[in-house]
């Protein structure tokens, strides 16, 4: 019913956040208790690539809460298992799949509601996931308790006391158990560290939690996150080379210019 009379939006399938498939069309037919994705190789060559579900984001803000659970049914393929997501996990997934000339995939997204089992059983494959992820390296950015940490920086930068009680709990009841500091959370996060602007937001955050804390506080969860990530912002060995240098020799303001930033990077600790 949902591919005939739900909504349509056009989707996007990425070879990478830069890169697009014209050749691969990409779309989805919503309606309030199921989703239809929908993608179709058009090219004469195989395509690999992952759909940019974004466009779904404003609507299904409005329709739904961010705990809400989906499954996710592959509708050509009977012998794939459902699998459970929270559905902003879902909408940032970056998981490719690969689609033979003239092939199509469909995949269904059915709203759960009022299932407990269901929800604790998603959250669990959540908190999985992110400690593979975690250990091995791999992104985080898509994972729900991720997510959580990454609204407090995109959204509401302001309210302080939040973004410490979150990245507290996630240390003291998550990251403290697998033996892992909280800049792995950041620096495994694709979505914060290629985006200057919430990068800087998320360190100045983490700087303000520190300065306010105090020495007798510094061992507290909250502040341990926050002090691990500003601290993974310390530069590396820095070589100025110059014809000038401030007090040896100097024409102009080059030779003082560099001098002073020198002596002012070495106070900041760099």
């Known amino acids: 019913m949902v591919l005939r009379y739900g909504e349509i939006f056009y989707l996007t399938a990425r070879q990478n956040e830069n890169h697009w498939y014209e050749d691969v069309l990409a779309f989805a037919r919503y309606s309030a208790m199921e989703t239809m994705i929908i993608c179709t190789n058009l090219s004469e060559e195989e395509r690999t690539f992952f759909v940019d579900a974004h466009a779904l984001m404003p609507t299904f803000k409005q329709a739904y809460q961010n705990n809400t659970v989906v499954m996710v049914k592959d509708c050509i393929n009977d012998q794939v298992e459902p699998v459970y997501y929270f559905l902003r996990e879902f909408l940032e997934l970056r998981e490719t799949k690969t689609l033979r000339p003239y092939r199509s995939s469909v995949v269904s997204l059915q709203v759960i509601q009022d299932d407990q089992y269901i929800f604790k059983k998603c959250l669990t494959n959540s908190i999985d996931r992110m400690k593979r992820n975690l250990i091995t390296g791999d992104g985080v950015h898509s994972e729900q308790i991720s997510i959580l940490f990454s609204d407090c920086v995109e959204y509401n930068p302001q309210d302080i006391a939040r973004f410490a009680n979150v990245i507290g709990s996630i240390q003291s009841s998550f990251l403290d158990k697998l033996n892992i500091s909280f800049d792995k959370m950041y620096i495994h996060n694709d979505k914060l560290t290629q985006n200057a602007q919430l990068s800087s937001r998320l360190l100045a955050m983490a700087s303000y939690i520190v300065e306010q804390a105090g020495r007798e506080n510094q061992n507290m969860p909250p502040v341990r996150a926050a002090k691990s990530v500003y601290d993974c912002n310390q530069l ?35």
């Open 236 to 270: 590396g060995e820095i070589v100025f080379t110059t014809p000038e240098l401030g007090r040896w020799s100097t024409v102009g303001g080059l030779g003082v210019m560099v001098d002073e930033l020198a002596i002012g990077l070495v106070k900041l600790g760099q």
